[in-house]
C-alpha cells in the first residue's frame, strides 16, 4: 500500500490527463463537443469541465466512455 503525497497537485494533474484524453478521443473520431455532450445526456458545461481537468462525477465519465466507445480504463489511462 502506498502513502498518499503531502499535496494534492497530483489529482489535478491526473484530472488533466483524462481529460485530455477525452479530447484527444473526441477529435480523433472528429467529433464535435455538441455531438459528444448531447448524446451523453450531460450539460454543455460539463463536457467543458471535463475536457479542462476539474472534479466531475464517475458517472458522467462512464457516459462520455459510452459514447465514445472506449472503456473507461482506457480515458483513465
Same mark, same amino acid.
Given at each position: 500500500? +502506498? $502513502?498518499?503525497?503531502? &499535496?494534492?497537485?497530483?489529482?489535478? &494533474?491526473?484530472?488533466?490527463? /483524462? @481529460?485530455? +484524453?477525452?479530447? #484527444? #478521443?473526441? /477529435?480523433?473520431?472528429?467529433? !464535435?463537443?455538441?455531438? *459528444?455532450?448531447?448524446?451523453? +445526456? /450531460?450539460?454543455?458545461?460539463?463536457?467543458?469541465? *471535463?475536457?479542462? @481537468?476539474?472534479? *466531475?462525477?464517475?458517472? !458522467?465519465?462512464?457516459?462520455?466512455?459510452? *459514447?465514445? $466507445?472506449?472503456?473507461?480504463?482506457?480515458?483513465? @489511462?
Amino acid at each position: 500500500m +502506498r $502513502d498518499l503525497p503531502d &499535496d494534492e497537485t497530483w489529482i489535478a &494533474d491526473r484530472r488533466r490527463a /483524462i @481529460g485530455a +484524453r477525452i479530447r #484527444e #478521443e473526441r /477529435i480523433r473520431q472528429n467529433l !464535435t463537443q455538441d455531438q *459528444v455532450w448531447q448524446a451523453a +445526456r /450531460i450539460d454543455r458545461r460539463t463536457l467543458q469541465y *471535463v475536457e479542462a @481537468g476539474q472534479e *466531475v462525477k464517475l458517472s !458522467t465519465l462512464l457516459r462520455i466512455a459510452h *459514447v465514445l $466507445d472506449v472503456p473507461l480504463p482506457d480515458l483513465m @489511462g
